[in-house]
């Protein structure tokens, strides 16, 4: 059997063994004494936005989820293009992400989290070209294919500071339905720092929301990750009722968008400091402000110095990699805020800057980012699981970046072969439609302005088609 048709049979047996586990969930529940009827009254009160129902009372959690996202753009100018540039002509591209998730609760504190993904397709230009790529799930590296990988194995631990408590969503990073109002919360095993940090009610779920990626996340937040953006790591919380401060020590790739992680944390490791307050801005509306600091450690390269090389004649083009192997130090902070202005309408902003002197490393190539949207549920027109939302970025780079970049230099996204500098700006807008139960369908317009910072090049209109199934 070839080597295709092998990764195909792994992704339908993830899906085989999903839905499998989860009729069983929805069996057990239904047969458990007690369980309230499923009928008209209670689905009206209580939408069901999963194809299974999934038991709050259970010990173990088992849920799943498929994403696809059908993308492309039509022929735009380009005065110039390079290795690593976003294809000027037409193009579609589809991409899909299938996740089981799992839980085991072993006591009333403690718990075991585990998934199992398949991250297939291809997004356009296979995800070069742009810093902000206009597709979350796509992987960096496609030749990675569809074969299931552990996307996260953690063990979670809550240790109560008050005797108070308030409700908790149960869901696939946390199973407890009440927790301390004052806590520590302490994480280690291996998921994503977007996880946890820079989250964002509006603009974080590529899912249902947004799909750009300096849309979703900040764009200059350059978190420690693989190239299927996750790694091992011990992140400790403390919350309160209205505020609270999280901290990661991570993992770092050996190489930039690299697949392998550095376990020797003399080489290389990552520390993450979010402090997370909610202030009452509005009169009986949430908010949230969230301080972000990031400084990571890696064998990084400077682009001055790729640049004195390339102009002294030790290397043919500036090549950023080009070093002894060594320690650098790369830093930078954030800006995350989130307000309900309405029962239905919300919006938000992010501010992300980084130092810009080392090479962009593990998320894309933004050295300073600003964005703000908004989005609103469609309770107006009798849809209250339909939301329509839009979002305006701005990403650029420092002048090394700029200049590496201008020489003919090569990130691990972008390289047009010359650069005639601009912002790269993006607006994106979305509408996601709730079929029935867990299935939902939505339509996204992203247009790009200056795509990888080149003047030379666009605009760039992408419309895109999403698919969307909770089991």
């Given at each position: 059997m070839c080597n295709s048709n092998l990764r195909l049979a792994g992704v339908r047996a993830l899906l085989g063994i999903a839905v499998l586990l989860l009729a069983w969930s929805a069996g057990a529940q239904g047969n458990s004494p007690g369980a309230p009827p499923n009928g008209p009254e209670q689905q009206s009160a209580h939408p069901i936005t999963t194809m299974f129902p999934h038991p709050d009372t259970a010990p173990w959690f088992v849920a799943a989820q498929i994403n696809v996202i059908s993308q492309g753009h039509p022929p735009f100018h380009a005065a110039y293009s390079g290795a690593l540039s976003l294809n000027p002509h037409s193009e579609w591209r589809t991409s899909e992400v299938l996740t089981l998730y799992m839980g085991l609760q072993l006591k009333s504190r403690t718990e075991i989290l585990l998934d199992i993904e398949s991250a297939g397709g291809r997004g356009i230009?296979?995800?070069?070209?742009?810093?902000?790529?206009?597709?979350?799930?796509?992987?960096?590296?496609?030749?990675?294919?569809?074969?299931?990988?552990l996307a996260r194995a953690m063990f979670h631990y809550v240790l109560p500071l008050s005797g108070d408590t308030i409700e908790a969503e149960r869901g696939p990073?946390?199973?407890?339905?009440?927790?301390?109002?004052?806590?520590?919360?302490?994480?280690?095993?291996?998921?994503?720092?977007?996880?946890?940090?820079?989250?964002?009610?509006?603009?974080?779920?590529s899912h249902l929301q947004f799909i750009n990626w300096t849309v979703d996340n900040n764009g200059a937040y350059d978190y420690a990750a693989d190239t299927r953006g996750y790694t091992f790591a011990v992140r400790l919380d403390y919350e309160d009722r209205n505020w609270g401060v999280r901290f990661a020590e991570s993992l770092m790739p050996k190489v930039a968008?690299?697949?392998?992680?550095?376990?020797?944390?003399?080489?290389?490791?990552?520390?993450?400091?979010?402090?997370?307050?909610?202030?009452?801005?509005?009169?009986?509306?949430?908010?949230?402000?969230?301080?972000?600091?990031?400084?990571?450690?890696?064998?990084?390269?400077?682009?001055?110095?790729?640049?004195?090389?390339?102009l002294e004649h030790r290397t043919a083009i500036p090549e950023v990699s080009a070093h002894p192997p060594h320690v650098a130090v790369k830093y930078g902070f954030g800006l995350n805020l989130e307000q309900a202005v309405s029962a239905n309408a919300?919006?938000?902003a992010r501010w992300g800057w980084n130092?810009?002197?080392?090479?962009?490393?593990?998320?894309?190539?933004?050295?300073?980012?600003?964005e703000f949207g908004a989005d609103y549920r469609g309770a107006l027109w009798r849809r209250n699981l339909d939301r329509v939302g839009a979002a305006f970025v701005s990403n650029g780079i420092a002048r090394p970046h700029q200049q590496y970049l201008a020489l003919g230099g090569h990130g691990f996204l972008l390289g047009d072969g010359a650069l005639d500098y601009g912002r790269e700006t993006i607006e994106e807008a979305y509408y996601t439609v709730h079929l029935w139960r867990g299935l939902y369908t939505g339509f996204d317009l992203q247009h790009i302005n200056n795509p990888g910072y080149n003047r030379a090049r666009g605009p760039v209109l992408v419309p895109a088609i999403r698919i969307h199934l909770e089991l």
């Open positions: 230009s296979d995800a070069l070209g742009l810093a902000g790529f206009t597709n979350l799930d796509v992987v960096r590296n496609p030749e990675l294919g569809r074969t299931p990988y990073f946390s199973l407890f339905t009440r927790l301390p109002a004052r806590r520590l919360e302490l994480r280690a095993g291996k998921f994503s720092m977007a996880d946890s940090f820079d989250m964002n009610a509006v603009g974080s779920d968008n690299g697949s392998h992680l550095q376990w020797d944390l003399r080489r290389a490791h990552a520390e993450n400091v979010e402090l997370d307050l909610s202030p009452r801005l509005l009169p009986h509306r949430l908010s949230a402000v969230r301080l972000l600091a990031f400084v990571n450690h890696a064998n990084m390269g400077e682009y001055d110095q790729a640049i004195a090389n390339f919300r919006v938000f130092e810009g002197q080392h090479e962009s490393y593990a998320y894309t190539e933004v050295d300073q980012t600003w």
